[in-house]
Antibody, heavy 118, light 107 residues
């Protein structure tokens, strides 16, 4: 069974940093591109970042470029999101998601909540 | 960046009725790289349709996707109680973007 389990969320002050993790199981992690998608409270979905299976291709939304860094460790079946210079508008549930065919997502984690507030 | 506009914002229907959800793109979505997701309260989204019209694994045939270019539609032929949720479209032809969502609520 495919499972994606996020962790690392919490309360952080503006300007602070946080590192999210996503532990994958039930599939060959190293064969799939992965993404982070976020959802602010009561709002819609926003794509954040993507990384190819071998980390060769990495993309970011303009809203996080220069502040967030996506990475992965295929030996540990894990995906990461390093978030620096956090702002109030980064408050959201962060989901990791597996790419299905091209850029659609067939499996999602349960999400981890990041709250940026003083 | 391709902007996706979903309409209506809210659809109030009864179980058994047909639901038609629209997703309009600000520019043509190449190769019909468009997906639809369902999200229920407190849950992650789940994939319904990809490449505009292909049902994902395990999705009932009452869900169908159609359209090309800039206009796409998700149709639920007969609403079941478990179908009342929020639906999002997503394009993956250029930097990924999502529509704002359509809430299907019980009338």
């Amino acid at each position: 069974e495919v499972q994606l389990v996020e962790s690392g969320g919490g309360l952080v002050k503006p300007g602070g940093s946080l590192r999210l993790s996503c532990a994958a199981s039930g599939f060959t992690f190293s064969s799939y591109s992965m993404n982070w998608v976020r959802q602010a409270p009561g709002k819609g979905l926003e794509w954040v970042s993507s990384i190819s299976s071998s980390s060769s291709y990495i993309y970011y939304a303009d809203s996080v470029k220069g502040r967030f860094t996506i990475s992965r460790d295929n030996a540990k079946n894990s995906l990461y999101l390093q978030m620096n210079s956090l702002r109030a508008e980064d408050t959201a549930v962060y989901y990791c998601a597996r790419v299905h065919v091209q850029g659609d997502f067939d499996y999602w984690g349960q999400g981890t909540l990041v709250t940026v507030s003083s | 960046e391709i902007v996706l506009t979903q309409s209506p914002g809210t659809l109030s229907l009864s179980p058994g009725e047909r639901a038609t959800l629209s997703c309009r793109a600000s520019q043509s979505v190449s190769r019909n790289y468009l997906a639809w997701y369902q999200q229920k309260p407190g849950q992650a989204p789940s994939l319904l349709i990809y490449d505009a019209s292909i049902r994902a694994t395990g999705i009932p045939d009452r869900f169908s996707g159609s359209g090309s270019g800039t206009d796409f539609t998700l149709t639920i032929s007969r609403l079941e109680p478990e179908d009342f949720a929020v639906y999002y479209c997503q394009q993956y032809a250029s930097p990924l973007t999502f529509g704002g969502g359509t809430k299907v609520e019980i009338k």
